[in-house]
């Protein structure tokens, strides 16, 4: 007996979908002749009516489940599936959106090169910069930002708030300089929004597809022994 692999099954239910789909529509044009055609001295009887259009919602639930069970396998093989394989891991992902919680907002942000000016943007979920200022630091490389939720007119954001890091630099020339903001840290649950996986990183739930490194987590009772991270590295179309 061969497996019953989801694609088999997708292929299975899509076919019966296709069938269902004929005879439905041949169902309903079969009862629509029926009423139009009917003896008005001998109309068809209310019973026999209400069994025919239960018959129809059968077939019509048929083809919603049909297409609950595709849903299902998708997320089973490209959705959650395989974003459930980063749970625990530590991942590193171009995204800027996280919460301001416990007193701090705190991001990375990456320079492709030294800059001569870095400027560093916090904007709200209604696209407002709320504060704006110098980045800590200007050279190549990967760097971290913790924003205290001050802002720029000297009052303080509310906690649960989402915030996003815009990041900008350029050369003592004027130039622009590659630089992106950068979410870090251990994945502890997987959600899925309109069918796509999205990672839950601290404070940032951000897409799966936004991940370019993913290296194995430490085990807590080596945390204090000095042992080194595995690391893999996965390469992403937005890496930088």
Known sequence: MDPVTSTAA????????????????????????????????????????????????????????????????AQGEGGLGSAAGYLGQEITASWGA????????????????DAHVVTLKVVNSAGNTVWSGPAPQKGAGIHSFSWDGTTNAGGKVAEGGTYTLRVTAKTAGGQDIEAQPLITGRVTGVEMYEGEPYLVVGGSVLPLNSVFALSMAQNEDDAGTGSQTQTQTQTQSNAS
Do not use: C, H, K
């Open 10 to 73: 997708s292929a299975q239910i899509s076919s019966g979908r296709t069938g269902l789909v004929s005879n439905f529509e041949t169902f309903l044009q079969l009862l629509t002749a029926q009423v139009e055609n009917q003896d008005p001295l001998s109309p068809l009887d209310s019973n026999d009516f209400t069994a025919q259009l239960t018959q129809m919602a059968g077939v019509e639930q048929q083809l919603l489940t049909n297409d609950l069970l595709t849903s299902l396998l």
């Open 98 to 113: 996280t919460r301001f919680e416990d007193g701090a907002a705190d991001w990375n942000y990456e320079l492709g090169a």
